[in-house]
């Protein structure tokens, strides 16, 4: 009977040690989830987004893990620059700059531009990849496209 509660009481307490909580796995630390992948533009300070007005391209970014680059098409032009991701969903764009095309509607990529540079942290739920200031509204919401 002893040798029973013996080997019960040793089931508990490993049990147990396998239930504390584990620190997350680096690659949701650093941010890897967001990184290599095709993320189109669905929403712009609460607006829904579709293609270009022109039709031809869709609006997004990727966020390139070699060197921490970003590139993106805003509308009409061209975006880079580069980023930085630390612990706590904390991201900041930086060094961003553009082709100089002149468009007949720049407002949705001024307003994209604008909400890069003001990004402070982000949030993954599934597929889509928010891209906030504190806690307001998210300035822009993205869709992973798988390409």
């Given at each position: 009977?002893?040798?029973?509660?013996?080997?019960?009481?040793?089931?508990?307490?490993?049990?147990?040690?396998?239930?504390?909580?584990?620190?997350?796995?680096?690659?949701?630390?650093?941010?890897?989830?967001?990184?290599?992948?095709?993320?189109?533009?669905?929403?712009?300070?609460?607006?829904?987004?579709?293609?270009?007005?022109?039709?031809?391209?869709?609006?997004?970014?990727?966020?390139?893990?070699?060197?921490?680059?970003?590139?993106?098409?805003?509308?009409?032009?061209?975006?880079?620059?580069?980023?930085?991701?630390?612990?706590?969903?904390?991201?900041?764009?930086?060094?961003?700059?553009?082709?100089?095309?002149?468009?007949?509607?720049?407002?949705?990529?001024?307003?994209?531009?604008?909400?890069l540079k003001m990004t402070d942290n982000y949030s993954l739920n599934g597929n889509?990849?928010?891209?906030?200031?504190?806690?307001?509204?998210?300035?822009?919401?993205?869709?992973?496209?798988?390409?």
């Open positions: 009977m002893k040798l029973i509660v013996s080997i019960l009481l040793a089931v508990i307490i490993i049990n147990l040690q396998s239930c504390k909580t584990q620190k997350p796995a680096a690659s949701s630390e650093t941010g890897q989830a967001l990184q290599d992948i095709y993320w189109r533009l669905t929403e712009l300070m609460g607006k829904p987004i579709g293609v270009t007005p022109n039709g031809k391209r869709e609006i997004h970014i990727k966020l390139i893990s070699e060197g921490k680059k970003v590139e993106a098409f805003a509308g009409c032009n061209g975006v880079g620059g580069t980023y930085e991701i630390n612990a706590g969903n904390r991201i900041r764009f930086s060094n961003l700059i553009g082709t100089m095309m002149a468009c007949d509607e720049m407002a949705t990529e001024n307003s994209l531009l604008e909400a889509t990849m928010t891209l906030n200031k504190a806690r307001m509204a998210p300035l822009a919401r993205f869709e992973a496209v798988v390409k």
